[in-house]
C-alpha cells in the first residue's frame, strides 16, 4: 500500500507564502512523478506542479514564476513552496503520486488526503 503524508497548508495574507511537502511511504517500486493538484469549491481538480522521475518539471500557467516544485528522491518527498499567493490559490491541495507498487506493474495515481491553503486578501 502506498500511502501520501502532506503538511504545510494554512492560511496566509495575499503576497505571502507557504511550502507543502508530501512524504510517500508504502511499497513502491518505481516512482514516475510525483506532484501536487488542486481544488477550490466548486471548481474541477487541477494539476498545479509535477516533476518527473528524471526531474523535468511542468507547472499550470497561473503559477508559474511563483510556485516550485522540488523533490527528494532518497525520501520519496515533494515539496511545493508558494510564494506571492493570492485568494485566487485557495484550495484544497492534494499530492499525487503516479508509479508502481511492483515490478511489471502498471503505473497507478496515488492521492493524499489533501491540505487547506487558504488566502486572505
Known amino acids: 500500500q502506498v500511502q501520501l503524508v502532506e503538511s504545510g497548508g494554512g492560511l496566509v495574507q495575499t503576497g505571502g507564502s507557504l511550502r507543502l511537502s508530501c512524504a510517500a511511504s508504502g511499497s513502491i517500486f518505481l516512482i514516475n512523478s510525483m506532484g501536487w493538484y488542486r481544488q477550490a469549491p466548486g471548481k474541477q481538480r487541477e494539476l498545479v506542479a509535477v516533476?518527473?522521475?528524471?526531474?523535468?518539471?511542468n507547472y499550470v500557467d497561473s503559477v508559474k514564476g511563483r510556485f516550485t516544485i522540488s523533490r527528494d528522491n532518497a525520501e520519496n518527498t515533494v515539496y511545493l513552496q508558494m510564494n506571492s499567493l493570492n485568494p485566487e490559490d485557495t484550495a484544497v491541495y492534494y499530492c499525487?503520486?503516479?508509479?508502481?507498487?511492483?515490478?511489471?506493474?502498471?503505473?497507478?495515481?496515488?492521492w493524499g488526503q489533501g491540505t487547506q491553503v487558504t488566502v486572505s486578501s
Open positions: 516533476v518527473a522521475r528524471g526531474g523535468s518539471t
Open positions: 499525487n503520486l503516479f508509479g508502481a507498487r511492483r515490478f511489471r506493474d502498471q503505473s497507478s495515481n496515488y
